[in-house]
């Protein structure tokens, strides 16, 4: 590890003041990514500017339709919520099969977005529920946050503040977990919403996507059977040693039909 100094923000407005006078600094919510980046001398930030302890970044509220969880809401918090639990059970069910214990009980969602893995789960949420990312500057559509592999639309000194997630009619999401760290080697997130039916795909490809053949093809009928003759194509799709870009295109289909089937 590089040596940095070290604050800890107790406002979004000082930890925005912090970030806005520190250009090489770094924000660290859980440091689950963060911190082994670090301890790899993979990153060399000036600063770290820690948002843990910012209350206004914690908990979850749900008003009419919508469902705001605060960037600094770890996920064993979302799994555990009774009120997520009511609203957007997949979204629940996805939290709770992050990782494990230890990386539940500090990773965040905000954290998990900002840093875009292409093999995390909560881009799947995001994009298939249409949710809606708010910073401490505006307000972005969950279709145009994730823009590649681990980037995102966020500028430098922008922070995450929460994520409003629209109830679905139905949602449920499925993934082929790696069986080391529990990342999604291919997950597929389904939902019927207002607008219509949405699928996201993480884990596959660079970064998550809209699966547009299969949303046509459940538009008109949804149920597994309409995704008989519909191939996820391996193009473009990620090949590394746990799996090839053709398994992946495969666990496409395997993980929407039964997401579908899920749907009940
Ligand atoms: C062993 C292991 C297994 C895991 N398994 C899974 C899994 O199965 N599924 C899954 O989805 N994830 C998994 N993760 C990822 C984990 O769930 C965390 O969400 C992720 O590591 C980010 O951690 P964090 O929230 O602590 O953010 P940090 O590590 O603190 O930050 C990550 C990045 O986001 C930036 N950042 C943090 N907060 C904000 C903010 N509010 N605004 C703007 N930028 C911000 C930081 O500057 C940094 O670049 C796993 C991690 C580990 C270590």
Redesign the pocket.
């Known amino acids: 590890m590089y040596e940095f100094s070290y604050h800890k923000a107790s406002s979004v407005a000082e930890a925005a003041g912090l970030i806005a006078s520190h250009p090489d600094a ?12 670090l301890k790899q001398r993979l ?1 060399a930030p000036s600063d770290v ?1 820690d ?2 302890k910012i209350a206004e ?1 914690k908990g979850i509220k749900v008003a009419g339709n919508v469902v705001t969880i605060g ?2 809401t ?2 064993a918090e979302v799994a555990a919520s009774k009120d997520v639990q009511a609203a957007i059970p997949a979204l629940a069910a ?1 939290a709770g ?4 214990a ?3 009980n ?10 875009n ?1 292409p ?5 799947g949420a995001v994009v298939a529920l249409g949710a809606t990312v708010i ?1 401490n500057k505006r307000r972005i559509a969950g279709d145009d946050f994730f823009t590649g592999m681990f980037e995102t639309a ?1 500028e430098a000194d ?4 929460a994520v409003e997630f629209p109830k679905a009619e139905k949602a449920n999401y499925q ?1 082929f ?2 069986p ?5 080697m291919v997950g597929a997130f389904v939902a019927k919403t207002a607008s219509g039916v949405r699928v996201a795909i ?1 884990g596959a490809g660079p970064t998550v996507f809209r699966w547009n053949d299969a949303e046509a093809a459940l538009s008109k009928s949804l149920t597994a059977a309409a995704l008989d003759g519909v191939k996820a194509s391996a193009d473009n799709l990620n090949s590394d040693i746990h799996a090839s870009a053709d398994y992946r295109a495969h666990l496409i289909g395997v993980l929407a039909k039964r997401a579908v089937v899920a749907l009940g």
């Open positions: 770094k924000l660290m919510s859980g440091g689950q990514t963060l911190i082994p980046t990153a500017i948002l843990s970044l960037a600094g770890l996920h996805l099969n992050i990782g494990d230890q990386v539940r500090r990773g965040t969602l905000g954290g998990s977005i900002a840093n893995d093999a995390a789960d909560y881009p910073t966020l922008e922070i995450v503040t993934k977990p790696n080391a760290s529990r990342y999604a993480t």
